[in-house]
């Protein structure tokens, strides 16, 4: 693993912005859009930008992407 971090791969330009939200985050984001956890979009463990980040099953990364016609584009992943 220590050989993988020899870059910084969050800092790659086609890379968008990884936040992990904690456990209040997560509870909130799933009351707020009515959700339960297997509704939300996947990330694996092993994603390269997942296993920088340590998330473990379960945890939700909220993913912000430039768009070009948006602007701005948020997304929600939950680590399985």
Known sequence: FDSELLVDITEHRLVPTHN???????????????????????????????????????????IIRNSETAGRYVTYRVCI
């Open 20 to 62: 992990v939200l904690d456990s209040m985050q997560k509870a909130e984001l799933l009351k707020r859009y009515r959700l339960r956890e297997g509704q939300l979009p996947r990330i694996q463990k092993d994603d390269p930008v997942a296993r920088y980040y340590g998330l473990e099953k379960g945890q939700v990364v909220k």
